[in-house]
């Protein structure tokens, strides 16, 4: 498993962006497909986004599609999610997370803490 590290997450008006980053420690990294999942208060966690190990391909949830981008840098061991036009109910906790296997909208592995994103109306 693979220590996770987000962070970017803050407070924006609707219609604003966020760009979330991941950052892993260890030489596995681009072993793994990886994902954001993000938790509002009250809710079940939920996808949102996931990309495959070289980057070449993703998917996302249609909450989420034509507004979010995930990408990865794997010289970096890091993982992005660019958030655009961004809404209330986008509001939750962000995580990242490996993806096993690729095509699945479960988490796999450790979380990291998480960051928050607060979307005002």
């Known amino acids: 498993q693979v220590p996770l590290v987000e962070s970017g997450g803050g407070l924006v008006q609707a219609g604003g962006s966020l760009r979330l980053s991941c950052a892993a420690s260890?030489?596995?990294?681009?072993?793994?497909?990886m994902g954001w999942f993000r938790q509002a208060p009250g809710k079940e966690r939920e996808f949102v986004a996931a990309?495959?190990?070289?980057?070449?391909?993703?998917y996302c949830a249609d909450s989420v599609k034509g507004r979010f981008t995930i990408s990865r840098d794997n010289r970096k061991n890091t993982v992005y999610l660019q958030m655009n036009s961004l809404k209330p109910e986008d509001t939750a906790v962000y995580y990242c997370?490996?993806?096993?296997?690729?095509?699945?909208?479960?988490?796999?592995?450790?979380w990291g803490q998480g960051t928050q994103v607060t979307v005002s109306s």
């Open positions: 260890g030489r596995t990294f681009s072993n793994y497909a």
């Open positions: 990309i495959s190990w070289s980057g070449g391909s993703t």
């Open positions: 997370a490996a993806v096993v296997p690729y095509g699945s909208t479960h988490p796999w592995g450790s």
